[in-house]
């Protein structure tokens, strides 16, 4: 857009209480609002500056988890375990009592592994204040015909009801269907979700993931099964003709057209983990 001279005559500006005191420092009008997106722009850079750091949203960081986050986890871990118990309990004792201390060191080592051998990403958000809000991990990825991972998050009890479990989302699928070696290079993602679990299913059809037309899978979570219902979304590719969307995406899907753009590694071993 280009600048027009304005036919607005300014007003004088209101006397701050410096100058009715007789100070000569003025208030510039809007100087408040741009010393808050100096500092917006401050922080977006420190969290740029920051190589562990694989992901930028608005308010979100997303990095690994690392031994210096342990007092921060937590804190946030003890505040949202009563939260996630039901449809995600970071524990791996079957009555959710382990100690939270061990469950740390535990994530800890899975990002440390994802890291290593790829079959795996896994990374926390947090926001300009240095807060652990959630995890957002693609887990057990592979590589093949089609390349697939699967989305496993959770928000702490904190930051629910903020669209930070959106924002986050849609950062990790953004990432998950860049190509490599910028992002995973996958074809398609799946996510488990608990019917009961409603808020987490509107999330999935929010950021356009579909319930698959299959049989519930079951999930131990805390001793008990549970079935979970898939939903999936697959890379988002442009059409073969005049950017449209094609005939054959349709039919055979958007992984399988996709393959070409994305180079085939051979997947090393990694435990599966729910979170």
Same mark, same amino acid.
């Given at each position: 857009?280009?600048?027009?001279?304005?036919?607005?005559?300014?007003?004088?500006?209101?006397?701050?209480?410096?100058?009715?005191? !007789?100070?000569?420092?003025?208030?510039?009008?809007?100087?408040? !609002?741009?010393?808050?997106?100096?500092?917006?722009?401050?922080?977006?850079?420190a969290r740029v500056s920051d190589p562990?750091?694989?992901?930028?949203?608005?308010?979100?960081?997303?990095?690994?988890?690392?031994?210096?986050?342990?007092?921060?986890?937590?804190? $946030?871990?003890?505040?949202?375990?009563?939260?996630?118990?039901?449809?995600?309990?970071?524990?791996?004792?079957? %009555?959710?009592?382990?100690?939270?201390?061990?469950?740390?060191?535990?994530?800890?080592?899975?990002?440390?592994?994802?890291?290593?051998?790829?079959?795996?990403? &896994?990374?926390?958000?947090?926001?300009?204040?240095?807060?652990?809000?959630?995890?957002?991990?693609?887990?057990?990825?592979? &590589?093949?015909?089609?390349?697939?991972?699967?989305?496993?998050?959770?928000?702490? $009890?904190?930051?629910?009801?903020?669209?930070?479990?959106?924002?986050?989302?849609?950062?990790?699928?953004? %990432?998950?269907?860049?190509?490599?070696?910028?992002?995973? !290079?996958?074809?398609?993602?799946?996510?488990?979700?608990?019917?009961?679990?409603?808020?987490?299913?509107? @999330?999935?059809?929010?950021?356009?993931?579909?319930?698959?037309?299959?049989?519930? $899978?079951?999930?131990?979570?805390? !001793?008990?099964?549970?079935? %979970?219902?898939?939903?999936?979304?697959?890379?988002?590719?442009?059409? @073969?003709?005049?950017?449209?969307?094609?005939?054959?995406?349709?039919?055979?899907? &958007?992984?399988?057209?996709?393959?070409?753009?994305?180079?085939?590694?051979?997947?090393?071993?990694?435990?599966?983990?729910?979170?």
């Amino acid at each position: 857009m280009t600048d027009r001279p304005s036919n607005r005559v300014s007003e004088p500006a209101a006397p701050s209480f410096n100058e009715a005191h !007789g100070s000569p420092v003025a208030v510039r009008a809007g100087l408040l !609002g741009s010393l808050v997106a100096a500092r917006r722009v401050e922080s977006l850079s420190a969290r740029v500056s920051d190589p562990t750091v694989v992901c930028v949203t608005p308010r979100l960081s997303l990095r690994p988890l690392r031994e210096s986050d342990r007092a921060e986890f937590l804190r $946030v871990y003890t505040l949202s375990r009563p939260h996630l118990a039901r449809f995600c309990p970071l524990s791996t004792d079957e %009555h959710d009592q382990q100690p939270a201390a061990e469950v740390f060191d535990r994530q800890v080592q899975l990002a440390r592994r994802a890291v290593e051998t790829g079959r795996a990403w &896994r990374v926390c958000g947090f926001d300009d204040r240095g807060r652990l809000v959630g995890a957002f991990n693609i887990n057990d990825i592979s &590589r093949g015909l089609e390349n697939i991972g699967e989305l496993v998050f959770w928000v702490g $009890v904190e930051h629910a009801g903020q669209g930070i479990a959106s924002e986050g989302v849609r950062a990790a699928m953004q %990432h998950a269907f860049a190509d490599l070696p910028r992002g995973l !290079g996958l074809h398609k993602l799946i996510a488990l979700v608990a019917p009961e679990n409603a808020r987490c299913g509107a @999330l999935m059809r929010r950021v356009g993931m579909n319930l698959l037309p299959q049989p519930p $899978v079951g999930l131990k979570l805390s !001793g008990s099964t549970v079935l %979970h219902d898939t939903y999936a979304a697959y890379v988002p590719v442009t059409g @073969l003709v005049e950017g449209k969307p094609s005939i054959a995406e349709n039919i055979f899907g &958007r992984g399988l057209l996709s393959i070409l753009k994305t180079e085939s590694h051979e997947p090393d071993e990694m435990g599966h983990s729910r979170a």
